[in-house]
């Protein structure tokens, strides 16, 4: 199976993409997965894409379009994939749709994962890291720490990450309106779009788009 995971940062993508893979047996692709793989390992795309990153400049399509059809034609997605981050936008979209066709694939499902904006901006905006230890993670609401501003695990000072305030989280929910919320009406033009409500809890979550799957 084939699917395309959408939604708003914060709608819980990554966590419910890999439980979806585990579920299916097909390896979770994602847009800064392959990113850091082609980086570190050297590739020519890697290289292309690091010039423009350290130049502060958009990695172009034409670059994650080649990433993510590499990847795609290693052996471990001969029988499918659940694609996280990408396509980005329409254009993405269009490539991606030519890609599988050129093999006789093409996209079983779209998941566009439903969150309110303002949960959104509370989910990330609460959060709060240590100092010490980046895996420690916090959330003011959801998993606050037992004293303010000290991580449970080693007594280390918890802050906020500048991406993490309310104003970047609000400019990044305006980029993906823009550019990325497109590609679900371009789905749902194929009859491909379930909206899934991200509400709740991780497993309600998963549940829900297991059971909205064709041949789940």
């Known amino acids: 199976m084939r699917i395309v995971l959408v939604g708003p940062p914060g709608a819980g993508k990554g966590t419910q993409a890999a439980y979806l893979a585990n ?3 097909i390896p979770h692709i994602s847009t800064g997965d392959l990113f850091r793989a082609n980086i570190s390992q050297g590739t020519e795309l890697g290289l292309r894409a690091k010039s423009y990153m350290d130049a502060g400049q958009l990695v172009p399509d034409e670059v994650t379009i080649g990433m993510a059809k590499d990847r795609m034609e290693q052996p471990d997605a001969a029988g499918g994939f659940l694609l996280d981050g990408f396509p980005r936008n329409v254009a993405q979209a269009e490539a991606l749709d030519a890609m599988l066709q050129d093999a006789g694939m093409k996209i079983d499902a779209v998941l566009d994962l ?31 720490p037992e004293a303010e501003g000290v991580c449970d695990a080693c007594g280390g000072e918890l802050y906020q990450r500048d991406d993490d305030s309310e104003e970047t989280v609000r400019k990044r929910l305006e980029v993906y309106h823009t550019q990325t919320e497109p590609i679900i009406d371009y789905y749902k033009a194929q009859g491909l779009v379930t909206t899934i409500s991200a509400m709740g809890k991780v497993a309600e979550v998963t549940q829900r788009s297991m059971d909205a799957l064709p041949s789940a």
């Open 23 to 25: 579920n299916l047996s």
């Open 114 to 144: 439903e969150v309110p904006e303002d949960e959104v901006v509370k989910r990330i905006a609460g959060r709060r890291i240590c100092r010490n230890d980046s895996a420690h993670v916090f959330h003011v609401v959801y998993n606050a």
